[in-house]
Nanobody, 121 residues
Framework: QVNLVESGGRLVQTGGSLRLSCAASGRSVGSYVMGWFRQAPGKEREFVAVISRSSGLAEYSDSVKGRFSISRDNAQNMVYLQMNSLKPEDTAVYYC??????????????WGQGTQVTVSS
């Protein structure tokens, strides 16, 4: 069992930056592939980024590639999402996710409760 708690979401202006954090408790986060998803109002939850257990691999959705960066600190049981050059369309609730497989888009084992990011125009 892994408990995930996100933090760092807030209101930010277009072009600004935020760093989201995901704190894991229970089983070591190093045992899991970690990722971030987001859900905007009226839309389905969508994949944002994934990072492998050893941080050797990372992938991003086309909409955030080049602006967002995912990282992890297994010793601290933390996962991060650095978001730069934010746009109003990045407004969403952001969720941390843990999975046993790298293809976590449809294989998430644990979800956090989400943190709200709002980008004003």
């Amino acid at each position: 069992q892994v408990n995930l708690v996100e933090s760092g979401g807030r209101l930010v202006q277009t072009g600004g930056s935020l760093r989201l954090s995901c704190a894991a408790s229970g089983r070591s986060v190093g045992s899991y592939v970690m990722g971030w998803f987001r859900q905007a109002p009226g839309k389905e939850r969508e994949f944002v980024a994934v990072i492998s257990r050893s941080s050797g691999l990372a992938e991003y959705s086309d909409s955030v590639k080049g602006r967002f960066s995912i990282s992890r600190d297994n010793a601290q049981n933390m996962v991060y999402l650095q978001m730069n050059s934010l746009k109003p369309e990045d407004t969403a609730v952001y969720y941390c996710a843990a999975a046993r497989v790298y293809e976590l888009r449809s294989n998430v084992d644990y979800w956090g409760q989400g943190t709200q990011v709002t980008v004003s125009s």
